[in-house]
C-alpha cells in the first residue's frame, strides 16, 4: 500500500493527521515537524522527525495489530489529549508511520469524544486523509465495540 504524497491532512479544522514518511518520486521522504504545529501526537517514536521545541510532545508506541489492554489505555489516552487540545482551539498533530492506522485510530476515538458519531469519525478519517486509513480490521472493531470501554 502506498504512502501518501502529502505529509498531513486536516480531518476537522485543528486535527490533523499523518505520518511520519510521504511518498515521493525518487521514494520515501521523512516528514519533520518544526513549528506547525502547537501539539504533536506520536504513535511511534522516530529520531529526526520533530517536533520543533515549540510544541508539545506526546508519543507512545503501540503496534499496527491487536493492542492489549494497556496499548488500548494509551489510545484512549492520546486520543483525550488531541480532543482537548482540540476544544482549546490548538492546532493537533496525529502521526504513525504512514498515517493510516495507528493515528486513524486516535484520531476516529478524539473524534467521537468531539460529538462525531462512529459512521461520521471513520468517514471524515477516510475521505480526510486517505482510503488506506484505518484499513487494519482490528482498530475498525476496536471503535465499533466502544475503544474507551475497553
Not at 27 to 44: K, N, Q, R, T, Y
Request: aromatic share 8%; net charge negative; with cysteine.
Amino acid at each position: 500500500m502506498p504512502f501518501d504524497d502529502q505529509p498531513w491532512h486536516e480531518i476537522i479544522p485543528g486535527l490533523f493527521m499523518g505520518g511520519h514518511f510521504r511518498n515521493d518520486p525518487g521514494g520515501l521522504l521523512p516528514v519533520v515537524v518544526a513549528d506547525e504545529f502547537d501539539v504533536v501526537i506520536s504513535m511511534i517514536r522516530l529520531d529526526g522527525h520533530g517536533p520543533g521545541a515549540s510544541a508539545v510532545h506526546h508519543a507512545c508506541h503501540v503496534p499496527d495489530g491487536p493492542l492489549n489492554p494497556a496499548e488500548i489505555g494509551e489510545v484512549c489516552a492520546m486520543a483525550d489529549l488531541a480532543a482537548e487540545a482540540v476544544r482549546s482551539e490548538l492546532k493537533v498533530l496525529v502521526r504513525c508511520r504512514a498515517g493510516y492506522n495507528r493515528s486513524g485510530l486516535v484520531v476516529a476515538q478524539a473524534l467521537l469524544l468531539l460529538g462525531y458519531g462512529l459512521d461520521d469519525a471513520i468517514n471524515l478519517v477516510r475521505t480526510r486523509r486517505s482510503e488506506f486509513a484505518l484499513h487494519n480490521r482490528y482498530f475498525v472493531d476496536y471503535l465499533t465495540a466502544g475503544l474507551a470501554q475497553m
